[in-house]
């Protein structure tokens, strides 16, 4: 029995579950030696002990193969897809799982057949083997400042299937999250360049984590939801799955965690796995790969479930998949038409596909002749298309049922139809339903059921994946409602003598331009994001009416986009408002559409195009808006709110008061009025905890206010989006502006104690936009609680706070520095012990200031010359060896790069001195006295590389003529 090694607590849950799962765990020796020569991924042994039990069919006979056959699958995939570029190799080993390798292969009697031989048992998973093991040598080197990344493998029958990144805690005991294992896989992608990696990918860490398949791109990584899974089955799962009685397993058991069970057994299951790898991998047209969701997952079994039903009269089953707008519906119709292709009781029935657009084109006929109409192709396929699928629409199908009597009466016939043709077609739907008593029917669809169709409640809704669910999985931004109130009238400034005048109306033309506009600027432009915002309007008159009025006003840059608008141009891409008059028009945009105007009314199918624009994630959007102009009715305005219509923004405004109050916690009893006691509270303080190891007793409170500030500033932007206008005198009494006041205090407050905690470098892009928009909107208050912003060398010294800030100044210069381990491992036990022995605030700040002398001492000795004080010949010299060498990485190799820079920088000197007019005898003299030299402290290959440069380096370095 193998006996698990030490590992941190992610991992040794991962493995826990997995082995539950049914995986066996492989020690380290054992899968060396399953190995082959070639260091490559696959363990040709364990593959070899499953094409030793193998039979192929051939003349009614089941043979085994022999070895030349084995050799033959070896080499298929070996020197296929394992030695192939990234993608490439990704894509073959993925056709290999799935088809098989063909191999020719010799009977006892002399013939010779070709048999296809499987590399996966598809139809018992569990006959399959099953690995798990530890892939040290693919985890990242040990840094105290990143957390550690453990990397498992996962084989099935000895191929690499299954690549796991774990993320611990790092040197300070912070837990990383499943980010860091998502960039670190990114960069050994590009480090390993032409290398293969496994076609699933999961990044764990103690909250969860995420999965993706192989070449996705880091925004792709996605999260798993257990349909119907609750937090009491999770711990009841727990509970009851038995465990394997080994070594590893029973070691690795006792640190279950609830919260990896409903990815890893979603996911990492080995029937899940395989549904996974066969049917739910697709790559689109723009050549990215991509993987079911959970929801598009769930959605395509249900449907399939459905239609393997016929009751007692023949007729097939019926029902609803209804997804989030966004959410992924037109991938959920490919995986569904797949998997009916593939499933062997549903394979020989044809698929119909009823759309309102057609996304094909006609099929061209023979030579010479005239495409084939969409009538006679649907006439072909109701004929003699068993097996097929076709799309076709509603009118086309009509047709077809007009012209036949009877209709189709075969139980063979499997309709996708969009969803929203029941509410806007209902009397062509019962024509359907009546000529077609037995066909399978599925609505696919966005949003809830229309309750207004009496069809609609003789289907079950067989699957729904709500907006609230889509959003906590983050696969949608929210979106929030409102309606947006006029701009009030400007007052100008009257001359002396005269009376106030008030700025007449807006024309009819452009009613609300100037109040868009306006709303448009706080909205983006003060946020710093890169987003754009659409316009709807009612008829193109009214788009060139808008776009003349804000080609005149000159804010806001703006284009109009639809039919008679031309071509997409550089214009419209660029634009930050699009105005547009038909949403079934506008383009399927990028994900920075986050705000759109309707001052139109929309039906049902225009809401949920401008949804599934609007729910698209994007680095730069938490939320995204649907304002209401005033006179236009809300499409929900007669019915009752549900979950898949957008949130209200007085949602948002209600939970503010439980934000404020959690960022408020982190405050001292004072609060807000002491600026410097709220940085002695969350500031950095150094002390040693039970274990012996230094640890800073405020970092958890730091990181919560680094966290709570950022979530804060992004529901106070989506709640102050209805307030009046700046120009508002009473509005310094509301409670958003005194939200307004915290947020700016806070805001100052995390960058304060994150320079002294040299915490910096921890700050994204969104910390620093609501950095920029709270100070930008800050309201104006006298307080003495302010004094922080004037100079502060009146304050008492306090040597705690300087020793506590200085400690982590030295801590961090541990954490990022390339000294030698030997100087790391003094400084560190130096940085312990003056912790652990007791010492007065001044004391042990003098000992620290003590420690940074040395090691700024010790850095200079081993640096270059900074680059500001360095002449011209020496950045060309330390220029050619960083491109050669690489960059030193510890004082060994800084050494080296000292050395050889004098060295060429005199005899560059020398060279120059000696040949004045003469620069090839230069470069001759040059490579004479460097050439022994060089060859003493590098390499050949170094050393030719460095004599190959010398020309250039005395092109670079050549004196100016006088």
């Known amino acids: 029995m193998s006996r698990a090694p030490v590992r941190g607590l992610v991992t040794r849950s991962t493995l826990g579950w997995l082995q539950r799962l049914g995986w066996h765990y492989l020690a380290p020796n054992r899968r060396c030696s399953l190995r082959g020569d070639d260091g490559s991924m696959l363990l040709d042994g364990r593959l070899r002990q499953y094409l030793q039990q193998l039979r192929f069919e051939a ?24 030695r192939r570029g990234s993608q490439a190799g990704n894509d073959a080993l993925l056709v290999a799982l799935r088809n098989g390798v063909c191999v020719a292969q010799r009977l006892p009697d002399g013939r010779t057949v070709r048999a296809t031989v499987p590399l996966v048992d598809w139809a018992e998973p569990l006959n399959n083997q099953w690995d798990i093991a530890s892939a040290r040598d693919e985890g990242q080197p040990l840094l105290d400042a990143a957390p550690r990344i453990d990397v498992l493998m996962g084989y099935v029958n000895g191929l690499p299937l299954l690549r796991l990144l774990c993320v611990e805690r790092d040197g300070q005991a912070r837990w990383g999250r499943d980010a860091a294992a998502i960039a670190l896989h990114g960069r050994q992608v590009r480090a390993r360049g032409n290398a293969c990696s496994p076609p699933l990918l999961l990044a764990l860490d103690r909250r969860g984590g995420r999965y993706a398949c192989s070449g996705a791109p880091a925004g792709g990584w996605v999260r798993w939801r257990e349909h119907g899974w609750t937090a009491e089955a999770v711990q009841q799962l727990r509970d009851t799955v038995p465990m394997p009685r080994t070594g590893a397993a029973e070691a690795n058991g006792r640190w279950l965690r609830a919260v990896h069970a409903p990815l890893l057994a979603g996911v990492a299951a080995p029937a899940r796995v395989l549904a996974l790898l066969r049917g739910f991998m697709h790559t689109g047209a723009d050549g990215q790969p991509r993987i079911a969701r959970a929801a598009q997952f769930f959605a395509v079994q249900a449907g399939l479930a459905q239609l393997r039903r016929i009751d007692a ?89 007009r012209r036949r009597d009877a209709g189709h009466d075969g139980d063979d016939l499997i309709l996708l139809v969009d969803a929203h043709l029941q509410a806007s077609q209902p009397a062509w739907v019962e024509r359907a339903r009546e000529r077609l008593p037995r066909a399978g029917w599925l609505w696919l669809g966005n949003g809830p059921l229309p309750e207004a169709v009496p069809s609609v409640a003789s289907e079950p809704l067989l699957f729904a994946c709500s907006n609230a669910d889509a959003i906590a999985d983050g696969l949608l931004a929210p979106v929030y409602h409102h309606a947006l109130q006029p701009t009030p009238p400007r007052r100008q400034k009257a001359k002396r003598g005269a009376t106030l005048l008030v700025e007449p109306a807006a024309p009819p033309s452009g009613r609300w331009a100037s109040t868009i506009a306006q709303h ?96 698209r994630p994007h680095p730069h959007k938490h939320c995204a808006w649907l304002v209401h102009l005033p006179g236009v009715p809300a499409p929900w305005q007669h019915g009752e709110a549900d979950a898949w219509a957008p949130l209200p923004l007085q949602q948002v405004q209600a939970g503010l008061s439980r934000q404020h109050r959690r960022l408020r916690a982190l405050l001292p009893p004072t609060g807000s009025a002491d600026f410097h006691a709220c940085r002695a509270h969350v500031g950095p303080r150094w002390g040693v905890d039970a274990h012996g190891q230094e640890r800073d007793l405020h970092r958890l409170r730091r990181r919560c206010l680094h966290q709570r500030v950022t979530g804060f500033g992004q529901q106070l932007q989506a709640a102050m989006l209805a307030l009046p206008g700046e120009g508002s005198g009473a509005e310094l009494d509301t409670p958003q502006q005194r939200y307004r006041y915290d947020l700016h205090f806070c805001s100052l407050l995390r960058d304060a104690v994150a320079a002294e905690a040299c915490e910096a470098h921890l700050s994204a892009d969104e910390d620093v936009r609501i950095r920029h928009w709270a100070r930008e909107r800050a309201p104006e208050v006298r307080d003495a609680g302010w004094d922080y912003i004037g100079a502060v060398d009146t304050l008492p010294a306090n040597p705690r706070h300087e020793a506590d800030a200085l400690h982590s100044l030295l801590r961090h210069q541990l954490e990022t520095s390339t000294i030698g381990a030997a100087a790391r491992l003094q400084l560190q036990r130096q940085l312990r012990g003056l912790l652990a022995t007791p010492r007065t605030p001044a004391e042990r700040l003098q000992c620290l200031q003590a420690l940074q002398a040395l090691q700024v001492l010790r850095l200079r ?39 050889v820079a004098e060295q060429l920088l005199s005899a560059i000197g020398a060279a120059h001195a000696a040949q004045p007019r003469a620069p090839h005898l230069a470069l001759a003299d040059l490579q004479r006295r460097l050439a022994p030299a060089l060859a003493a402290v590098l390499s050949p290959a170094h050393c030719e590389a460095v004599l190959a440069q010398l020309p250039t380096l005395l092109a670079d370095t050549a004196p100016a003529p006088t």
């Not at 085994?64 to 050799?71: N, V």
């Not at 900074?866 to 800084?894: E, H, M, W, Y």
């Open 520 to 615: 448009l600027r706080d909205t983006l432009q003060h946020t710093e994001r890169n987003l754009r915002a659409v316009l709807l309007v009612h008829d193109a008159e009214t788009m060139r009416r808008y776009q003349r009025a804000f080609a005149k006003d000159g804010a806001i840059h703006s284009a109009m986009i639809g039919p008679g608008c031309g071509r997409a141009s550089a214009a419209q891409q660029q634009a930050q408002l699009l105005i547009a008059s038909d949403p079934h028009a506008l383009p399927y945009l990028d994900a920075r559409l986050a705000l759109v105007y309707l001052d139109t009314a929309v039906d049902s199918a225009g809401l949920a195009r401008v949804l599934a624009l609007l729910n």
């Open 59 to 82: 003349h009614g006979e089941k043979w085994p193969l022999d070895a030349d056959g084995i050799a033959q699958v070896l080499a298929a995939v070996t020197q296929g897809p394992l």
């Open 861 to 899: 000795a081993l640096e270059l010359p900074a680059a500001g004080s360095a002449t011209r010949v020496q950045l060309a010299c330390r220029g050619v060896l960083v491109r050669i060498l690489g960059a030193p990485k510890n004082t060994a190799q800084r050494q080296l790069h000292h050395a």
């Open 313 to 401: 009269q023949g007729c097939r089953g019926r029902g609803h998949l209804r997804l989030a707008a966004g959410a992924g519906m037109a991938l959920t119709w490919h995986w569904l038409v797949q998997q009916v292709q593939r499933d062997p009781w549903l394979r020989h029935c044809r698929v119909l596909r009823v759309q309102q657009h057609p996304a094909v084109a006609p099929q061209p006929g023979r030579r010479g002749e005239l495409p084939v109409s969409p009538g006679r192709r649907l006439a072909a396929f109701m004929a003699d298309g068993r097996g097929c699928t076709l799309q076709t629409t509603p009118g086309t199908l009509q047709a077809w049922l």
